[in-house]
């Protein structure tokens, strides 16, 4: 993680103004032995104070859990947020807490709730909040004439207007740091019946572009496609296999694979605007493979 001298000092002022019970200067403490605090404590206070904080939304479960638990073995201290699975982000944070990361839950519904306050309530409990991970996401299948209004504003409010708003919020509140979005390697595919899901996809990777431009340089913003990487509990493995041979690699892909297209995201420090595709080379090939043209059943 960046090192932040400027912080690490300005607290350790701090630090020892709490201490005295009044306002003195480190160069004043310096010289009165009683005010000097010990080695130990020092190295606690910088320890504490090196701690960046990471916003991992749709982080109870799946993809999203790995990306939470990844980035506390880095070294934040970890948002979690989650919408429905209330138990499992309890477990996730609790398995952060044993890695020796703060973690707290924090629930909010995309579509109906107070997405931008959610940036408010996380910055309250991890002031250093320094990255923002755009995972959560909602997937319905719909060509465009079979999409309802109500789904895609489902699809938009949970995979685009919520992204978009906890960027702008990030944006204000957030001086220096790093904003990921989690798109999907079907942008790269036109015949896809997923209509309003895949709109709301590419719209994202387009506002990763934008907000690297408008948030630079104090904001990076970045984005992952991820190939096959964890399909959805009922896929058939047939359809599977299927959706394998259009991929070059032959494979499915690794949540490991993820972790590291996310290391590299975050220390590179001249990448902004980018979309990595972590797939296999599938959205090279475009063969476009999916459930809706899978001859069998999926
Ligand atoms: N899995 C893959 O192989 C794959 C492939 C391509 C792209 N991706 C992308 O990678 C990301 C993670 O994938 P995933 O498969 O782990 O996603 P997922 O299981 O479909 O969903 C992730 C989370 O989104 C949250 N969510 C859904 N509706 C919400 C709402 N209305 N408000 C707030 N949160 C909501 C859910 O939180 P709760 O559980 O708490 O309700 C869910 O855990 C997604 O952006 C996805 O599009 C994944």
């Not at 020892?16 to 605090?37: E, K, M, S």
Request: with cysteine; aromatic share 10%.
């Amino acid at each position: 993680m960046r090192p932040t001298p400027l912080r690490r000092w300005v607290i350790c002022w701090a630090w020892t103004c709490r201490a005295d019970g009044g306002c003195v200067c480190w160069w004043r403490t310096a010289a009165d032995a009683r005010c000097l605090p010990s080695l130990a404590v020092i190295q606690e206070v910088l320890l504490v104070t090196d701690r960046q904080a990471a916003l991992v939304t749709g982080g109870a479960t799946r993809v999203g859990r790995f990306f939470a638990l990844h980035l506390a073995r880095r070294g934040y201290d970890i948002a979690l947020h989650y919408h429905h699975s209330a138990a499992a982000a309890g477990e996730t944070a609790a398995t952060i807490r044993h890695q020796g990361r703060d973690c707290e839950t924090f629930a909010c519904d995309f579509r109906t709730g107070d997405v931008e306050g959610l940036i408010e309530r996380v910055i309250a409990r991890f002031p250093a909040l320094a990255l923002l991970v755009n995972s959560a996401s909602t997937y319905a299948p719909g060509d465009i004439r079979e999409t309802a209004r109500e789904q895609l504003e489902t699809q938009f409010g949970v995979n685009l207007f919520a992204p978009f708003l906890l960027t702008r919020a990030f944006g204000r509140r957030v001086d220096a740091g790093e904003i990921i979005n989690i798109v999907d390697n079907k942008i790269a595919f036109e015949q896809h019946a997923y209509a309003a899901y895949l709109l709301a996809k590419k719209s994202l990777a387009e506002l990763t572009r934008m907000a690297a431009i408008e948030l630079a340089p104090a904001i990076r913003v970045n984005a992952i496609a991820p190939g096959v990487i964890l399909p959805a509990a009922q896929r058939t493995s047939d359809y599977l296999a299927w959706r394998y041979a259009g991929i070059p690699l032959a494979r499915q892909g690794e949540v490991e694979e993820l972790g590291q297209a996310l290391d590299y995201l975050l220390d590179n420090r001249f990448a902004t605007g980018q979309v990595l595709f972590v797939d296999g080379g599938e959205s090279v090939n475009r063969v476009g493979r999916h459930s809706e043209n899978y001859p069998g059943r999926s």
